[in-house]
């Protein structure tokens, strides 16, 4: 019996070999998967291993590490204690040395305590004579201040003295100034008036020319007036005459129009006259 098919199965299905073939086809794949699958897993397996492998191998040489790293310290901390016991020695018989020199300053101490009462006594008799200094000191600063206060005012009259000079002298100056400044503004108006009078001799003389010409110009307009009105006197004269001989044309021409109506109707009446005689004819 084939592995790939069961008994009933194949009794169904022997005779058609393509079928058979094809469900072996699909056991050799199938079989295919799963060898892939197993060897992938095994593949999986082999990989975890080694990177376990590795990191175990990682944290001994960590593990290593630290265990040499600790063996140096506490080599290294026996050596300090030992120091530290060493210096501890030390300070003991420093201590005792410190011990000695107290008691040897205790001793000191004593015999500066009475130094210093004796101080005391002569600071009290220096105080009391510091006090009586300060007394002659005081009397003496307020005879000082007097004499202060009276060379401050010696010295306010003094500068109210240099002010009130300073000011007169600046006042001299700017009088001194002043009259400079007066004496140029006076001798520039002296040259501006005599500038002035210049201008003002030119100008009369202007003047003086030009009225002569204009009295020459008056005496030739009043001749060229004078020949002008007889001129217009003449013209007046004429215009009468043109104006009585424009009324005579006038009268004249009134005359020949109604001479011209006269005869405008004679002639008028002449032709009715005629027609009259001519319609007579005919008849």
């Not at 630290?66 to 210096?87: F, I, M």
């Not at 600063?141 to 060379?151: C, D, F, G, R, V």
Request: proline content about 0%; some cysteine; hydrophobic content about 40%.
């Amino acid at each position: 019996m084939p592995l790939f098919i069961s008994d009933e199965e194949f009794e169904l299905c022997h005779h058609d070999s393509a079928q058979v073939a094809e469900r072996a086809d699909q056991f050799i794949r199938d079989l295919h998967r799963q060898l892939e699958t197993v060897r992938a897993g095994a593949d999986a397996a082999s990989i975890a291993a080694e990177h376990t492998c590795s990191l175990i191998e990682q944290r001994y040489a960590a593990v290593s590490a630290d265990h040499a790293k600790l063996h140096t310290e506490n080599a290294s901390l026996a050596a300090s204690v030992e120091q530290r016991l060493s210096e501890l020695a030390e300070a003991r018989a420093e201590k005792h040395n410190l011990h000695l020199k107290a008691i040897a300053k205790d001793g000191e101490i004593e015999r500066l305590t009475v130094e210093a009462t004796e101080l005391h006594k002569s600071k009290r008799q220096l105080l009391e004579l510091v006090e009586q200094k300060d007394a002659e000191i005081g009397e003496k600063n307020a005879t000082i201040q007097s004499y202060l206060e009276k060379i401050i005012h010696l010295t306010d009259n003094a500068a109210l003295k240099e002010a009130k000079l300073q000011e007169n002298e600046a006042e001299l100056a700017r009088c001194h100034a002043e009259c400079t400044r007066l004496s140029q503004e006076k001798e520039l108006i002296g040259k501006h008036n005599q500038w002035l009078n210049d201008e003002l001799t030119v100008k009369v003389n202007n003047l003086i020319e030009v009225r002569r010409a204009h009295m020459e110009y008056e005496a030739d307009i009043s001749g060229k007036l004078a020949d002008v009105e007889r001129q217009l006197n003449e013209t007046s004269k004429l215009l009468k005459r043109s104006e009585e001989r424009v009324r005579e044309l006038e009268s004249r021409l009134k005359t020949l129009e109604e001479e011209l109506l006269s005869s405008k109707d004679a002639a008028a009446a002449t032709e009715d006259h005629y027609v009259a005689e001519l319609a007579t004819v005919s008849l």
